[in-house]
């Protein structure tokens, strides 16, 4: 049987003794490739996304949604190198999001989404705010994610936990962000009295400027000492709800009006906006 140059070669290594030297040998550089051979537990890929947000005071969604964020999606679907745009609209407010192909340059396709922006920044209608323009990368996810959950405390008190975990979690060397989730925060509110506030003749707009008016620190001047500038700011913050009790929104006959006198201030959880349920199943 006659055979061809395949088989010949075949031949050669099977009856040849270098064919054990060679395999040892191949083996080793494999092993010592694949050794040297760089590798990422999380490989850097390069996707350029940018969240675009707009304001629209006083417009509905359904608004928001054909005069903002309509246009601009099909405006940000002509730059060159976007794949994915996709949108958001609530009352008062419009989130377009772009996503580029993967591999594109993050700089380049950042600076043409800008241009796109300015240059048919005449489509948006009048009242719309600047676009604000947030970047994203694919590596923009949590590395850990800790949940809290308790029998005995309410949501209101692990959300004031999961803030102080925060803080101490930031001062960590190299972390770059921390949020916290769910939860009431904590809101001090002001429960008026309308028959009090009629029989002081005290209005809303009268008791919302008193506490705007308290609440604020103000530049009053400055003076220079050996050779340095010194700032003089006068005025404080609200702290707590004793500071807000005391506020005196009015002088009549003499006699101070406080806050306190006509409104009840209560410090404690915010209104809840959303509920989320969880289930174990049956």
Same mark, same amino acid.
């Given at each position: 049987?006659?055979?061809?140059?395949?088989?010949?070669?075949?031949?050669?290594?099977?009856?040849?003794?270098? @064919? =054990?030297? *060679?395999?040892?040998?191949?083996?080793?550089?494999? #092993?010592?490739?694949?050794? $040297? /051979?760089?590798?990422? &537990?999380?490989?850097?890929?390069?996707?350029?996304?940018?969240?675009?947000?707009?304001?629209?005071?006083?417009?509905?969604?359904?608004?928001?949604?054909?005069?903002?964020?309509?246009?601009?999606?099909?405006?940000?679907?002509?730059?060159?190198?976007?794949?994915?745009?996709?949108?958001?609209?609530?009352?008062?407010?419009?989130?377009?999001?772009?996503?580029?192909?993967?591999?594109?340059?993050?700089?380049?396709?950042?600076?043409?989404?800008?241009?796109?922006?300015?240059?048919?920044?005449?489509?948006?209608?009048?009242?719309? @705010? =600047?676009? *604000?323009?947030?970047?994203?990368?694919?590596?923009? #996810?949590?590395?850990?994610? $800790? /949940?809290?959950?308790? &029998?005995?405390?309410?949501?209101?008190?692990?959300?004031?936990?999961?803030?102080?975990?925060?803080?101490?979690?930031?001062?960590?060397?190299?972390?770059?962000?921390?949020?916290?989730?769910?939860?009431?925060?904590?809101?001090?509110?002001?429960?008026?009295?309308?028959?009090?506030?009629?029989?002081?003749?005290?209005?809303?707009?009268?008791?919302?400027?008193?506490?705007?008016?308290?609440?604020?620190?103000?530049?009053?001047?400055?003076?220079?000492?050996?050779?340095?500038?010194?700032?003089?700011?006068?005025?404080?913050?609200?702290?707590?709800?004793?500071?807000?009790?005391?506020?005196?929104?009015? #002088?009549?006959?003499?006699?101070?009006?406080?806050?306190?006198?006509?409104?009840?201030?209560?410090?404690?959880?915010?209104?809840?906006?959303?509920?989320?349920?969880?289930?174990?199943?049956?």
């Amino acid at each position: 049987m006659k055979t061809g140059i395949a088989g010949k070669i075949a031949q050669a290594f099977i009856s040849s003794k270098l @064919t =054990p030297l *060679l395999m040892i040998a191949f083996l080793a550089l494999g #092993v010592y490739g694949t050794y $040297l /051979t760089p590798r990422e &537990e999380e490989p850097q890929i390069d996707v350029p996304m940018a969240d675009i947000f707009i304001g629209y005071p006083g417009a509905s969604p359904d608004e928001v949604e054909q005069r903002v964020a309509v246009p601009l999606e099909k405006v940000l679907s002509n730059i060159e190198g976007v794949e994915y745009v996709y949108s958001t609209s609530m009352e008062g407010q419009a989130m377009v999001s772009a996503r580029f192909y993967v591999g594109e340059d993050v700089e380049r396709s950042l600076v043409r989404l800008y241009n796109e922006l300015m240059k048919h920044s005449d489509r948006m209608p009048r009242g719309t @705010t =600047p676009p *604000l323009i947030k970047t994203r990368s694919i590596d923009d #996810v949590p590395m850990m994610t $800790l /949940t809290l959950w308790s &029998e005995s405390y309410s949501d209101y008190e692990l959300r004031r936990v999961s803030e102080e975990l925060a803080n101490e979690v930031k001062k960590i060397t190299d972390v770059a962000d921390v949020k916290v989730h769910g939860g009431r925060s904590r809101q001090i509110r002001v429960l008026m009295d309308k028959a009090k506030m009629a029989e002081y003749g005290i209005s809303v707009s009268q008791i919302a400027g008193t506490i705007q008016a308290s609440n604020q620190e103000m530049r009053s001047g400055s003076f220079n000492q050996n050779d340095t500038e010194y700032l003089v700011n006068t005025g404080n913050f609200l702290k707590n709800a004793s500071d807000i009790k005391n506020l005196i929104v009015d #002088v009549q006959e003499g006699a101070p009006i406080y806050l306190s006198s006509i409104a009840d201030v209560i410090d404690g959880p915010s209104e809840s906006s959303d509920y989320v349920v969880y289930g174990l199943g049956a």
